[in-house]
């Protein structure tokens, strides 16, 4: 599980790397000061579960960063630092839902300890399996979903591995016989459906824009991904066989497997 320490000051960092050292072994901490750019762009390539960030710092403030890094990782849960006398009431109600609570400096190695098992208790990981059949389970239960397409559309996103997907894209693999207009009635009902499914198991995990699609591979394991990433060339099973539009990835996938 990955956490970041976000605080301009050197105090606040160093009691972190004291305490993290004892508090778990299973808890990576990353540490930085006040650059968003880099927490942002870190926060992008991994799969963080929380962020302890100081509420008010020179170059950047806590909340500004906090609607940042929500908007890389909805699921991210947020931990705020402050010497204030800031409270949970003074916060935007649009990050409320995704703070677990405010650390008053001096804070505790019980403070801490608290708000890492509050992370590690509402932490969500989506397993997705595209070999052999396409498998989605949330929290050790099968993802819910409400209609064939919209499970389809679900897996085309998966693919994309985090890269925008246009309307056109998905009529064209989805719905390659159909009208267009009946298709775009299509592909309307499954996005609606998906954005649904996603919000009734509160698993925020797709960037829902106007005819463009993408997936938030945050806190997402999936055998494809791990196969892209060379860490698993033992998968067996055909690759998404339900789905013509895979097809045209066989080759690709088959490379992946044997490449050394």
Request: aromatic residues 10%.
């Amino acid at each position: 599980m990955k956490i970041i320490v976000v605080d301009d000051e050197s105090s606040a960092l160093h009691f972190f790397l004291d305490e993290a050292l004892q508090a778990d072994d299973e808890v990576d901490f990353h540490y930085f000061k006040d650059d968003s750019k880099t927490i942002v762009s870190y926060v992008k390539g991994n799969e963080v579960s929380g962020a302890f960030l100081d509420v008010r710092m020179p170059r950047i403030d806590g909340i500004s960063l906090a609607r940042e890094l929500l908007e890389v990782n909805p699921n991210m849960h947020i931990v705020f630092l402050t010497g204030t006398s800031t409270t949970m009431e003074d916060l935007p109600e649009d990050i409320r839902p995704h703070v677990l609570g405010i650390a008053y400096k001096p804070f505790t190695r019980r403070d801490l300890l608290k708000f890492i098992e509050a992370i590690r208790e509402r932490r969500s990981v989506m397993e997705v399996r595209c070999f052999g059949s396409f498998d989605c389970f949330i929290r050790g239960e099968p993802v819910p979903f409400t209609s064939s397409k919209s499970r389809e559309l679900f897996a085309f996103l998966i693919v994309a591995n985090g890269v925008n997907v246009t309307m056109e894209q998905v009529i064209t693999a989805l719905w390659p016989d159909k009208d267009i207009d009946k298709a775009k009635i299509l592909y309307r009902d499954a996005v609606w459906r998906l954005r649904s499914t996603l919000e009734e198991i509160h698993f925020p995990c797709v960037n829902f824009r106007r005819a463009l699609l993408s997936v938030n591979t945050a806190n997402i394991h999936c055998d494809y991904y791990e196969l892209v990433r060379g860490k698993n060339k033992n998968i067996v099973g055909p690759f998404l066989p339900s789905y013509e539009w895979s097809l045209e990835l066989e080759d690709d996938v088959e490379q992946l497997r044997h490449f050394k």
